[in-house]
């Protein structure tokens, strides 16, 4: 326990210093907020203490040592404005510990690039896609108490310029006695800041207009800011309120405290029957300023097959003005 208590002072003032200043709307790679996992987005992203998938890499790496086996997920999404988020972690399970890697990605697409000379196109076409590698591990530090931390590479990319840092996570999952309770805590996102560079931002000058003997072609470079990473502290409850041979009934509600966003709560709960058919149901973003996320449903459909786990989850998320998004999961348990 004494572990436990210093882990969790040590978050808090990591916490605390990075949200003293914050700012709404300052970060750079806010794909990294986007919710990832079918059956934890449909549950209102009320994850961090039910922590029981492999999706946990993403929202609380304390998690991934509790998993009963191995498994592989592969999540995709229509997300806003035409973009396509993809998602997949694998977890790997060595008794108490579990090794895990994720890859998730926003794709923004390709466009015709079009100039002044030529409206209807160059024929050459620009992209843009962010993108974070991570790789994580957890370990079981009692029968009730586990950590786990995660590295992540991550890239901004928009035609020839591109910007990287690097991200840490570290999660923890306690399980009371309090007929299954469980305390999750996380911090997400700590680390270096991103600064756009690139070929596009050389750009020819003249150092001295006045001189017409000069050259007026020289080189220079245009000098982008540094912007942070969204930071983020959540801390959540989960617990089986029904639990029997054939049905169950998990709720699960957490607080997040972003450092690019007001303090907001996601709450959510997931019927399963028969540890084959399960319903889901959650709201996300309560108190969340200008919030347009909301409603969240979906289901999932579990089968076994000798030592193997077949998962398939639908999650659906209404986002106001954006209309809806819709949340596609694969799920193999090894």
């Known amino acids: 326990m004494k572990i436990l208590f210093a882990i969790i002072l040590l978050l808090f003032f990591m916490g605390s210093s990075a949200f003293c200043q914050t700012k709404v709307g300052t970060t750079a790679a806010n794909f990294l907020t986007i919710p990832v996992g079918a059956r934890a987005a449909s549950m209102g992203g009320a994850f961090v203490a039910i922590a029981n998938d492999v999706s946990t890499i993403f929202w609380n790496p304390g998690g991934l040592s509790r998993l009963p086996q191995s498994e592989f997920n592969i999540t995709h999404a229509n997300w806003l404005v035409g973009t396509d988020l993809n998602w997949l972690g694998i977890a790997f399970k060595f008794g108490s510990s579990a090794l895990g890697v994720s890859i998730n990605q926003l794709d923004y697409g390709k466009e015709e690039i079009t100039t002044a000379l030529n409206p209807e196109g160059t024929g050459e076409k620009w992209s843009a896609q962010d993108i974070a590698a991570g790789l994580t591990y957890s370990r079981n530090l009692t029968d009730r108490f586990s950590v786990g931390g995660s590295v992540k590479y991550i890239q901004q990319k928009i035609a020839h310029e591109s910007a990287s840092a690097v991200g840490f996570d570290v999660g923890l999952l306690f399980t009371t ?11 997400c996102n700590f680390g270096s800041e991103l600064r756009m560079n690139g070929e596009d931002l050389l750009q020819p000058v003249d150092i001295d207009p006045g001189n017409s003997g000069n050259n007026d072609n020289i080189v220079s470079r245009l000098d982008t800011d540094s912007w942070p990473l969204p930071l983020f502290f959540t801390v959540g409850l989960g617990f089986d309120a029904i639990r029997s041979e054939q049905w169950r009934l998990s709720l699960g509600s957490d607080a997040i405290h972003p450092n690019n966003q007001t303090l907001h709560l996601n709450t959510g709960g997931e019927f399963v029957w028969n540890d084959f058919f399960a319903l889901r149901a959650g709201y996300n973003s309560l108190f969340k300023e200008a919030a347009e996320e909301g ?22 998320l209404d986002f106001g003005v954006f209309d809806s998004v819709s949340r596609y999961s694969l799920s193999i348990g090894f």
């Open 295 to 316: 409603l969240s449903l979906g289901f999932g459909i579990n089968y076994n097959f000798r030592t193997i786990a077949l998962k398939l989850d639908y999650g659906y």
């Open 177 to 187: 006695d309090l007929r299954g309770l469980r305390l999750g805590m996380n911090i």
